[in-house]
Nanobody, 126 residues
Framework: QERLVESGGGSVQAGGSLRPSCVTS????????ITWFRQVPGKERESVAA????????YYHTSVKGRFTITLDNAENRVDLQMNSLKSEDTAMYYC???????????????????WGQGTQVTVSS
């Protein structure tokens, strides 16, 4: 069964940085949209950033633009999310998900992602 595995979450103070990673198989990684989502208990899941593994096109939620950077490591079938200048409101469980296209607004849509990881917790204290 294809899956994604996240790591690299943790606890930091506001203003700090973290770099969660998402590793998967070559099959899932190739030519797919990979999106990082986050969710806080009791709130809706939110798309954070995405990347099209075919060409490297990137997409960001307005709340993280300029602070977060999503990148590919083609040798490792890995997608990283560099998170700088973290704020308390970034606290959430972060999930990576893959599948489909990033075209238009599709990168935001969980329904187009067929493969999901178990999540990694990010906690930012103020």
């Amino acid at each position: 069964q294809e899956r994604l595995v996240e790591s690299g979450g943790g606890s930091v103070q506001a203003g700090g940085s973290l770099r969660p990673s998402c590793v998967t198989s070559r099959y899932v990684y190739s030519s797919n949209c990979i999106t990082w989502f986050r969710q806080v208990p009791g709130k809706e899941r939110e798309s954070v950033a995405a990347i099209w593994t075919g060409a490297g096109n990137t997409y960001y939620h307005t709340s993280v633009k300029g602070r977060f950077t999503i990148t590919l490591d083609n040798a490792e079938n890995r997608v990283d999310l560099q998170m700088n200048s973290l704020k308390s409101e970034d606290t959430a469980m972060y999930y990576c998900a893959a599948g489909g296209s990033c075209y238009g607004e599709h990168w935001r849509e969980a329904r187009f992602r067929g493969y999901w990881g178990q999540g990694t917790q990010v906690t930012v204290s103020s």
